[in-house]
């Protein structure tokens, strides 16, 4: 085992998010539907959600936020020797969505390739799961690239609808001392239960909910999982500097802190006033919920796009300080880890790309948005379009690296998107050029 290894010293070294390129208001949905845009702007926390293009899945956003992670990080493909890739929205019962990945991304044959999934909770084992293969030396100096990708998509007109969003985070693991964020898994505060409060039947294309119980496991899985790390010597909420939650909607980050002050009241006999409460919501969970507010649920992603938001947004992130992070999977599974911030903003300064490609991104209206939704539904079936044809062609997000333009003889195509052409050479040289089956 070399030095670093023993020392423990692994810390995610990269980050970077695809933020697709057309939303939907919720003042929008509201107008379409008769709703009150209250319920959903201060009732639920949200103002805008991401909505795929037809030809965007999980793979096409996977690839895009890799893309972006390894030209602007700098990081070479050939130093990755594990590429896990965790999301719900898997597109084949066999075939990892991570091997399409390996592929677009010109990542060496020498590197071990499969996805994970249980739910929004998939990015924190394979996160765990990376920390833990560099730790016990076994990667031998590799890296690894953990990719979290998801569609959130309920039905039109159910509770859940408002909480749609879609989107990708990479983040690349290794011995580097100098890397962005220090995760610390070592409390082992997880809870696991099987419960029935979301689900996705293999032949549905939309999730199934029980949404107030879901919430209530959720709840019930943090109190369950802060409890634990503080009985294990973990800080208080006070102490830790930011609080980040898996962010179905940005209103349950304040449903928690209540829920974290409740918990903290039994263990230590700390009672915090509401008055006290609002200013540290102001002041520790607010910093991470752009990405909630402004894209939507992102499954898996959820939680690192709030770790996402918090980098970019708060100018005073400074080495050292130490951030509480809470992931949560329907089904369930839940853990409560710290993560330490490993080195100044000026590092990821420019790299990550989430408030850059929420502020570039192109609105739409209601029947563009039940559009969408139905060329997605046809693009499931075989052989469903002709060669040169791309659904929707003319709202083609300008951005893509990839498009997924359906199936043909029962294979999924990708060709390269609008944005390509001025990575082609990257692309000619690692062979990754189309088309991808
Ligand atoms: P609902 O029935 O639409 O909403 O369901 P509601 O009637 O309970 O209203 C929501 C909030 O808006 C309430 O506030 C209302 O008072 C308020 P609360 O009492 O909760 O604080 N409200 C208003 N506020 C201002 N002005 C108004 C107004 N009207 C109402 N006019 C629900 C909401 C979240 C259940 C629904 O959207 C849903 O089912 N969402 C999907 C499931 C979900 O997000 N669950 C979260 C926990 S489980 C999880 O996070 C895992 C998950 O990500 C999946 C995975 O792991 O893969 C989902």
Redesign the pocket.
Known sequence: MNDIAKEGLVAVEAISAHVPFHALSHQVLADATGQ?P??FH???GCSRMAICHPTQDAVTMAADAGETLLERWKVDPDDIGMLIVAT?SGVDWAKPIAIYIHQMLGISPNCRIFDVQH???GASAALAMSVGWIRSGMSGGKKAMVIATDI?R?EVGS??E??QGAGAVAMVVGEGSGGVLFPDFSSQAIYARNVM??WRPGFCNS?L?N??Y??E??LKALSETYAHYRRSGGESYRQLKYLLF?F??T??GW?ALVMMADVEAQISGDVASEEELLGIYDEKVKPGTTGAREIG?V?CA?LYLALASLLEAEKDCAAGEKIGMFS????SCAEFFTAMVGSRREIWEGKIGLLGGISRRENIDYETYLDFRKHSARLYQDNSFRIGDVPLGNKLPPDAHHLFLGYRNMKRIYIPGPAMRVCLSRKIRTGALPPVE
């Open positions: 009150d209250d319920k201060r009732g639920l719900e739910a929004c909770f959130a309920y509770a859940g408002p909480t409060d979301f999730a909910v949404g107030k879901s919430v496991c959720y898996h179905p909607f209103r349950i449903k649920n499954y959820s949560y999977g329907s089904g």
